[in-house]
């Protein structure tokens, strides 16, 4: 009785050893290649967006705090010192390099 499971143990070996061979050569390789190809567009496209909504972000925060600078009265400008506004736009300014230089992975 045991002899036989070990007859269908090895008919089950050798039939799948077949169909492994009868199988295109590469076929799981271009499978592979596909699959990291797809990672490798996916993760361009995210950066690319990345970069524009980073910029947008920080064109927007500029403009925002220019807009408000201009507005402000001119007792504003009386109190505050202008190195801490111009200090002000310098952070708007390394908050933009750094988005661009160092994207979220």
Not at 22 to 37: C, E, G, H, V
Not at 38 to 51: M, P
Not at 73 to 84: A, K, N, V, Y
Request: overall charge positive; some cysteine; glycine content about 2%.
């Amino acid at each position: 009785m045991l002899s036989c499971f070990d007859e269908n143990a090895h008919n089950l070996a050798s039939l799948g050893a077949a169909s492994l061979r009868s199988a295109p050569q590469y076929y799981y390789l271009r499978i592979y290649a596909i699959i990291n190809f797809a990672i490798v567009v996916a993760v361009y496209c995210r950066q690319i967006f990345v970069y524009f909504v980073a910029i947008r972000a920080s064109r927007s925060m500029f403009e925002d705090l220019l807009r408000s600078i201009l507005r402000a009265p001119m007792s504003f400008f009386d109190t505050t010192p202008i190195g801490r506004i111009v200090n002000r736009f310098s952070k708007v300014s390394a908050l933009n390099s750094y988005t661009t230089n160092n994207p979220i992975t």
